[in-house]
């Protein structure tokens, strides 16, 4: 693959992130309000409340990558994000596979930038 085609590839699933995140954003706090509306008695039991913390976290995280991921920073945090991602199906694990697929790329894995480095203006 060409380095062009590796940072159209990066482009694509930074964007697919970022429109990913926000869906997870609103299906679960969607998800959130109808399950607050269906209890007849009394507050959401412990387990359903972190249970939509941890859905709303996740979406938060995705949306982030999807940043990370245009700027071309923190691969590791990105690489830990889209393995942890995989576990929403299906389209977590779409994402989150052709995102791990891509970040294995020597090309793409070199186009990050480093802790000390700046990023130049050819790079976006």
């Not at 590839?9 to 607050?36: E, M, P």
């Not at 389209?91 to 790329?105: A, E, S």
Request: glycine share 8%.
């Amino acid at each position: 693959m060409t380095n062009e085609t590796d940072k159209t590839h990066v482009r694509v699933l930074s964007v697919l992130h970022i429109v990913a995140g926000l869906f997870f954003f609103v299906t679960s706090l969607g998800q959130f309000l109808l399950a607050k509306n269906a209890v007849i008695v009394g507050p959401l039991p412990t387990f359903i409340s972190f249970l939509f913390a941890s859905m709303l976290i996740m979406s938060l995280l995705v949306f982030v990558v999807g940043i990370l991921l245009y700027t071309r920073r923190m691969y590791w945090f990105c690489f830990t994000v889209a393995a942890i991602e995989c576990l929403i199906v299906p389209l977590g694990t779409v994402i989150g596979v052709l995102t791990l697929v891509v970040l294995m790329r020597p090309s793409v894995t070199d186009g990050f930038v480093s802790k000390n480095a700046e990023p130049t203006a050819g790079d976006g």
